[in-house]
């Protein structure tokens, strides 16, 4: 079945760097267009960032233009998002999900999801 494990988050200062992980299998991985979304404390997810198939097509929310990078690895079925630059409010659950086209910066163009990683971002 679809897994999609994250990794990499932890706790950090104002200004410091995290690399997120998320291992996908179960499913092939180079057909799908992959994303990172964040739920921070009593807030709605939210789109963070998605990438295409080849990785020749990126989005990001305003947010985290110019402080993130999102990059997949076909050969490994791995996606990162490297955040840099980071700030209190960047704290959150970060998701990694999977979705075959479409609106990418959507929750609904998505079809699977991890479970999460924890970002801590301290003042």
């Known amino acids: 079945q679809v897994q999609l494990v994250e990794s990499g988050g932890g706790l950090v200062q104002t200004g410091g760097s995290l690399r997120l992980s998320c291992v996908a299998s179960g499913f092939t991985f180079s057909n799908y267009y992959m994303g990172w979304f964040r739920r921070a404390p009593g807030k709605e997810r939210e789109f963070v960032a998605a990438?295409?198939?080849?990785?020749?097509?990126?989005y990001y929310a305003d947010f985290v233009k110019g402080r993130s990078t999102i990059s997949r690895d076909n050969a490994k079925n791995t996606l990162y998002l490297q955040m840099n630059s980071l700030k209190p409010e960047d704290t959150a659950v970060y998701y990694c999900a999977a979705a075959r086209s479409g609106a990418v910066v959507y929750e609904s163009a998505y079809l699977d999801w991890g479970e999460g990683t924890q970002v801590t971002v301290s003042s």
């Open positions: 990438i295409s198939w080849s990785g020749g097509s990126t």
